[in-house]
Nanobody, 118 residues
Framework: VQLQASGGGLVQAGGSLRLSCAASGRIVSRYRMAWFRQAPGKEREFVAGINSSGPINYADSVKGRFTISRDNTKNTVYLQMNSLKPEDTAVYYC?????????????WGQGTLVTVSS
C-alpha cells in the first residue's frame, strides 16, 4: 500500500488549504482512513478519521474547521482545512487503518508540510 499526501503549503491565519492523499489500490473504500499531524517538538496527534461506511470523527481542536472526505472512484482522501490558525502548523500525514472501522494504522504517507503564518 502506498499513500501519497500533497497540498501543503504556506498560508496566512484565517486561510484555507485542501490536502489530498492518493492511495494505490482500492483501499479508501474498504478501510478506515485518517489524518494525523506532528508539530515541531511535539508528538504525532490524530486530526480526523473516516470509516469505510462513513462515520467520521475529529479532534476537538479542529472540529468545525476541518472536513475529511473521500472519493472512492479516485482512491483519494481529502482534508479541507478552513480558518487555519498558527497552531495548525505541522507536517500532516495520512494513514490507513487495519480495518474498516479503526486502527492500528499500518500504512502511512510521507507527510505534507502546512505552515500557517500569523
Amino acid at each position: 500500500v502506498q499513500l501519497q499526501a500533497s497540498g501543503g503549503g504556506l498560508v496566512q491565519a484565517g486561510g484555507s488549504l485542501r490536502l489530498s492523499c492518493a492511495a494505490s489500490g482500492r483501499i479508501v473504500s474498504r478501510y478506515r482512513m485518517a489524518w494525523f499531524r506532528q508539530a515541531p517538538g511535539k508528538e504525532r496527534e490524530f486530526v480526523a478519521g473516516i470509516n469505510s461506511s462513513g462515520p467520521i470523527n475529529y479532534a476537538d481542536s479542529v472540529k468545525g474547521r476541518f472536513t475529511i472526505s473521500r472519493d472512492n472512484t479516485k482512491n483519494t482522501v481529502y482534508l479541507q482545512m478552513n480558518s487555519l490558525k498558527p497552531e495548525d502548523t505541522a507536517v500532516y500525514y495520512c494513514a490507513r487503518g487495519r480495518s474498516s472501522v479503526g486502527g492500528p494504522y499500518d500504512s502511512w504517507g510521507q507527510g505534507t508540510l502546512v505552515t500557517v503564518s500569523s
